[in-house]
């Protein structure tokens, strides 16, 4: 059986970004998760919120856009929110003691709660304090 995994805005945008920190090591985490088969699911929030930051706080206009189409031409495999995964993403969101932790990354992780997910592709440490596994560090 295929691991699912939900993939955050921070995953996209170091897979987009060259220069990002985390570019190396989210190439290598994709290439494993394309080996084993696993399924990244993408809340339908973290597609815009990455194609925002890309375009407005990254000023890579080209890269939003080519993400955009990507979106638009059923690319990547989208979770859209329903009113339990919003409910339980405002039960996280409570949560959050620092700023960094938004309403989009409560969203991923009630989503990964949701799916039963194996693991979230993110560079957010916050998901681990929440419980849940980090794709880089499943075993490959």
Request: contains cysteine; glycine residues 2%; aromatic residues 8%.
């Amino acid at each position: 059986m295929s691991k699912v995994i939900v993939g955050d805005a921070d995953a996209i945008i170091a897979l987009a970004l060259e220069n990002d920190p985390h570019h190396k090591q989210a190439l290598t985490i994709n290439s494993i998760l394309v080996r084993e088969k696993a399924v990244i699911i993408f809340p339908f929030t973290a597609l815009p919120e990455a194609i925002t930051t890309l375009k407005r706080a990254l000023n890579q206009p080209d890269k939003a856009h080519r993400l955009s189409k990507q979106l638009g031409q059923g690319l990547f495999h989208v979770e859209y929110p329903n009113q339990e995964i919003l409910c339980k993403a405002s039960q996280i969101f409570e949560t959050a003691v620092s700023k960094k932790n938004t309403f989009f990354d409560a969203i991923v992780a009630a989503t990964a709660k949701s799916l039963e997910a194996d693991a979230i592709f993110s560079f957010d440490e916050w998901y681990t304090k929440l419980g849940f596994r980090l794709a880089s560090d499943l075993p490959n």
